[in-house]
């Protein structure tokens, strides 16, 4: 019940509401034929990714490591989201993003050997 009051007028959305309705987009709207081609990270991708790992965590130990780059710890926080999809085969991928309370959506598409982002914000 929580999750489903902030859908009151003058409440901040949060993320089970976000992963809900972009997967119900997902399953209920988007053609058969386009789904084997779009792929939408959960809303939890982006937090993991730029959220600092907690001390004593395994990945808290991997950030204190100066012979990683910040690409490198990033990549390994979130490594094991897409191990069952390739993204190089999609043509689209979805990235809902929460900053500082303010959701918005990137997504980011390949046609035709070009690729560009699509950054869409209320």
Known sequence: IPDYQTLNKGTFLNDVIIDFYLHYLFREKLPTQLKENVFIFSSYFFKR????????????????????????????????WTKKTKLSQQQMVIFPICNSSHWFLVTAVIASNKYFLIVMDS
């Not at 959220?51 to 780059?69: A, F, H, N, W, Y």
Request: aromatic share 0%; proline share 3%.
């Open 49 to 80: 990714l730029s959220t600092q790992p907690k001390e004593g965590t395994t990945m808290g130990i991997v950030e204190r490591d100066s012979k990683l780059s910040l690409a490198q710890k990033r990549h390994l926080r979130v490594q094991n």
